[in-house]
């Protein structure tokens, strides 16, 4: 009677489980470093729980031609349970962009003023932003026409004072490069 019981419970509990994991959102996380005294290359991925928003992309200024630089903002919101922090002042943002080949990357000196990370609560929301020429990198439209583009910030998931994941949320947008003022 007793193996009854057991297997009666395992399969009760296999079932709780595989109908609990189907309403659970989830997102895969790759993590990568890279060694700087070396080309080595290492990437991790582990399934989370979704908790961050990126939404609301724009750029600074809104309309942007070739030749002209450019900043990011974004407006990021905490979906999940637990707080998170991230890095996003003036000098330092550690939200940033990846563009096709019409926008140019630039590194920039960073003014690095010490700050304390953003705490994002539960529900709460917030624009963060990646200004151009002061937070380390430049944004430069080089050619007229439709730019792909994804904005990705690192993030921390404080699940309790000792313990912290290490998670990174993204988002697709696209800028619209307009011609070279001279040209209008």
Known sequence: MRIFFIILLSIVLSVVVSICSLYIPQQVIISESIDKNSTSFTSSYSIVPSVLQVEQIKTIPNKIHVGEEFSINATVKNTGMYPVTFIANL???????????KVEEIRAPECKMMADPVKLNAGEKVTVQRISGISGLKYKALEE???????ILPFKINISEIEVVDSIVGNKFNVTINPELSNL
């Not at 000098?91 to 080949?101: G, H, T």
């Not at 026409?145 to 904005?151: C, D, E, F, L, T």
């Open 145 to 151: 026409g439709q730019s792909n583009a994804k904005v």
């Open 91 to 101: 000098c330092d943002s550690e939200l940033y962009a990846v563009f096709d080949n």
